[in-house]
């Protein structure tokens, strides 16, 4: 009886260190394509600071009505070509 509950909570620690493993190599997989894509894929216009915050805006165009449009969390220039 002693010996089917270690087996199971072997069997359990060994999954739940399998599923961590994947987790942790997705987040790594994904911070370097991050970085890669940022250092790709340079935003255009400059960068301003706006009571304390840092904004990118890039002006393209004349005339009005001004349209602004801002990328959701997360987001980039690049999601508006």
């Not at 990118?56 to 001004?66: D, F, Q, R």
Request: glycine share 12%; charged share 10%.
């Amino acid at each position: 009886m002693i010996r089917a509950f270690l087996c199971k909570r072997v069997w359990h620690v060994l999954l739940a260190g399998l599923v961590t493993l994947i987790l942790l190599s997705g987040i790594g997989i994904v911070t370097i394509a991050s970085t890669k894509d940022h250092e790709t894929y340079t935003a255009p216009g400059r960068s301003i600071l706006v009571n304390g915050h840092t904004m990118h805006p890039y002006c393209i165009g004349e005339g009005s009505p001004t349209v602004l449009l801002e990328s959701g969390v997360g987001g980039n220039t690049l999601l508006w070509t």
